[in-house]
């Protein structure tokens, strides 16, 4: 079965940096695109980056320029480096994996596109 378990999140000050981590197993990982969502309780899940099995990257505007979305096929483990962060950064983020039908290739930032998710972790900023 396959299992999508995040970590790295945590409480941080306007302008601070976190770096989140997600392990898949029962997986082949190293075929398929990966995602991250995030998520504010009352709102829609939002797509954030995506990274292709080629390792080609794609990101909301709301965060261009400030996070990095990365890999490492050998540890089977999806990353997202978040710098510059501010308050409305805050919320639950969720690593995601596209269905099969998508091959390496990141199908964009609709919910219903991916197949399995991991838990969540929490994020929070102050200001």
């Known amino acids: 079965q396959v299992q999508l378990a995040e970590s790295g999140g945590g409480s941080v000050q306007t302008g601070g940096t976190l770096t989140l981590s997600c392990a898949a197993s029962a997986y082949n990982f190293e075929l398929y695109s990966m995602a991250w969502f995030r998520q504010i309780p009352g709102k829609e899940r939002e797509g954030v980056a995506c990274i292709a099995s080629a390792g080609d990257t794609r990101y909301s505007e709301s965060v261009k320029g400030r996070f990095t979305i990365s890999r490492d096929n050998a540890k089977n483990t999806l990353y997202l480096q978040m710098n510059s962060l501010k308050p409305e950064d805050t919320a639950m983020y969720y690593c995601?994996?596209?269905?099969?039908?998508?091959?390496?290739?990141?199908?964009?930032?609709?919910?219903?596109?991916?197949?399995?998710w991991g838990q969540g972790t929490q994020v929070t900023v102050s200001s």
């Open positions: 995601a994996a596209p269905y099969p039908i998508y091959g390496g290739s990141c199908p964009g930032f609709r919910r219903a596109d991916f197949l399995y």
